[in-house]
């Protein structure tokens, strides 16, 4: 793929309709630019894909967090989340995505997810940010 409007079209041959500004903002945010090879060909790079990613992944949790959980209490190196009714899977998903330092896992039932974390000290800290977010 050499340019913006081939990967629009092959989106569209997809189902998925978007406007070339669009494909460009999208790409500049995950991190992935065009840079001319040594050969001169042009080519499409990750340049900080990490960094991004997790950084959306942080922020998938975050609002998350906002509009499904209820309630965290600490229990040495677990987190126990209580959520809306049905919610605890996707949240759950969310956390293990995220890679959030610190977490070790999370298990998760209808409305209550045990997140696991590699100390009471990470478990502590995390716990006060989530704090935060359900406060408000």
Same mark, same amino acid.
């Given at each position: 793929?050499?340019?913006?409007?081939?990967?629009?079209?092959?989106?569209?041959? $997809?189902?998925?309709?978007?406007?070339?500004?669009? !494909?460009?903002?999208? =790409? &500049? %945010?995950?991190?992935?630019?065009? @840079?001319?090879?040594?050969?001169?060909?042009?080519?499409?790079?990750?340049?900080?894909?990490?960094? $991004?990613?997790?950084?959306?992944?942080?922020?998938? !949790?975050?609002?998350? =967090? &906002? %509009?499904?959980?209820?309630?965290? @209490?600490?229990?040495?190196?677990?987190?126990?989340?209580?959520?809306?009714?049905?919610?605890?899977?996707?949240?759950?998903?969310?956390?293990?995505?995220?890679?959030?330092?610190?977490?070790?896992?999370?298990?998760?039932?209808?409305?209550?997810?045990?997140?696991?974390?590699?100390?009471?000290?990470?478990?502590?800290?995390?716990?006060?940010?989530?704090?935060?977010?359900?406060?408000?």
């Amino acid at each position: 793929m050499n340019n913006q409007e081939q990967l629009q079209q092959l989106l569209a041959e $997809n189902g998925i309709e978007t406007t070339q500004a669009t !494909v460009s903002r999208d =790409l &500049r %945010e995950l991190g992935i630019v065009r @840079t001319k090879q040594p050969n001169g060909v042009l080519r499409y790079q990750i340049t900080r894909p990490e960094a $991004n990613t997790m950084s959306r992944m942080r922020q998938a !949790v975050e609002t998350g =967090l &906002r %509009e499904y959980a209820l309630q965290v @209490t600490v229990a040495e190196f677990i987190l126990v989340v209580r959520t809306i009714e049905n919610s605890a899977n996707a949240l759950a998903a969310l956390i293990d995505d995220a890679q959030l330092p610190g977490v070790v896992g999370s298990l998760a039932g209808f409305d209550t997810i045990f997140v696991t974390c590699q100390n009471a000290q990470a478990a502590q800290e995390l716990a006060a940010e989530w704090q935060v977010l359900l406060v408000g």
